[in-house]
């Protein structure tokens, strides 16, 4: 056996424990002869692997443990690219994992407790495919709120922190500024991302009080 | 040592979860099975006492195919965890090409987490095994009941107490609810696989 083999076994061998071992949606799927919606089940692996993630990080603040959580959340966010609400709530996990990345064990007390509740809500929406879409603005309204809460509560402290030492900060502007550069630039994006949205959703809003046969065939 | 037996081309793997009574070690192999015996076709093997403790050892084999013209096949073990069960500990060990240490998060047991790896150590030995140079990964389960309020051991505690000069792999896990169980299974068996290459040479 010579070295290209040594690779091919333990390769080999990692390939078919990925196979044997790959964690999948088996139920309802092919039960009916159907084939499995394969989005679906990598959306519900990635949701389940993101829990993990969470719960490592609410464990120990590491950043392998981060790292891992912020690409799991970007590959959700590409599974769920035609879920507007969904996109909103995933980009406001990867804002906390990004902040709590910069600030690790100085983070808000509150950190993860947002991001629990944020994943609850995305949680909550993604395995209800069929809940109305006024129930997943409710949830996404309450998880938005909260998120505000928190950043409001968040920024003033490092404000304060600023005004009260300028001298400090002056010298030492490296811990603090990229933080809060980062936060309000993830701020910025999602608020652009929530005002979008209710713009579109008014705009319709008012289409639809304009026109309120729009849409009906009328012969 | 891996079992390879070149006539009939068969490799056996053998992979022993080891710690202290009731650390999670027949869970982790329960979870595999239930999760997963649609794939693996295998039975769990156990054999328990009354009060629902591994009495000698749990075993789940299953087959990960043929490689290179042979057959891979794995064995997941657990020893008793209790300390009286020593002697079954040791028989549980012979040939073990890798040790998952499941060790207990709850504070509690903390003392009962350091004996048992020093227990290991002991029987190994035995076997002229040195506990720094055989595949090892170390898993600090049940973290699921930091939730629960319940008093907790921190993973830098873990791994001051435990792995501090073995530098083994480690990751925190929970059996009950699966996470990292397959991870730490994936990765103890790629542990092994250069000494299996090894043999095949």
């Known amino acids: 056996m010579d070295a290209k083999d040594d690779q091919t076994l333990s390769a080999e061998v990692g390939k078919r424990l990925d196979m044997l071992f790959e964690d999948e949606d088996t139920s309802g799927a092919g039960a009916a002869g159907q084939p499995p919606d394969r989005t679906a089940a990598t959306g519900k692996r990635l949701l389940e692997a993101v829990k993990a993630d969470i719960l490592s990080v609410d464990w120990e603040i590491t950043d392998a443990a981060i790292t891992a959580l912020i690409e799991r959340l970007t590959a959700l966010k590409q599974v769920c690219a035609s879920d507007k609400i969904a996109l909103i709530l995933i980009q406001m996990l990867i804002s906390l994992g990004r902040y709590i990345k910069v600030r690790k064990s100085k983070a808000h007390v509150q950190s993860m407790n947002i991001m629990k509740s944020v994943f609850a809500g995305l949680e909550k929406i993604l395995a209800q495919p069929d809940l109305p879409q006024d129930a997943k603005m409710k949830i996404l309204r309450v998880q938005v709120s909260r998120f505000h809460d928190f950043q409001t509560q968040v920024m003033p402290a490092a404000a304060r922190r600023r005004a009260k030492a300028p001298a400090v900060v002056q010298r030492t502007a490296e811990p603090v500024s990229p933080e809060l550069q980062l936060l309000l630039q993830n701020l910025a994006e999602e608020l652009k991302v929530v005002i979008r949205d209710e713009f579109r959703r008014l705009k319709e809003e008012i289409r639809s009080w304009r026109n309120p046969h729009d849409g009906y065939a009328t012969g | 040592m891996a079992f390879v037996n070149p006539k009939t081309r068969e490799v056996q793997i053998k992979i022993v979860y080891y710690g202290p009574g009731r650390g999670g070690k027949t869970t982790n192999l329960e979870y595999i099975y239930n999760k997963f015996n649609h794939r693996i076709k295998t039975d769990l093997v156990s054999l328990k006492t009354h009060g629902d403790r591994t009495l000698f050892f749990d075993f789940l084999p299953f087959d990960v195919g043929k490689i290179l013209g042979y057959d891979v096949r794995v064995q997941l073990y657990t020893v008793p965890g209790q300390v009286k069960y020593d002697s079954t500990r040791k028989l ?110």
Do not use: H
């Open chain 2, 92 to 201: 549980v060990l012979r040939g073990v090409d890798g040790v998952v240490f499941v060790a207990d998060c709850m504070a509690v047991v903390r003392r009962k987490n350091i004996l048992s790896l020093k227990n290991l150590y002991e029987n190994l030995s035995d076997y002229n095994k040195s506990i720094f140079k055989i595949p090892l990964v170390m898993q600090y389960n049940k973290i699921d009941l930091a939730e629960k309020g319940i008093p907790m051991l921190s993973p830098q505690i873990l791994e001051k107490d435990l792995n501090a000069q073995l530098k083994a792999p480690s990751m925190v896990a929970s059996a009950l609810t699966g996470l990292n169980v397959i991870k730490t299974m994936k990765k103890i068996i790629m542990l092994t696989m250069p000494t299996v290459q090894g043999q095949l040479k």
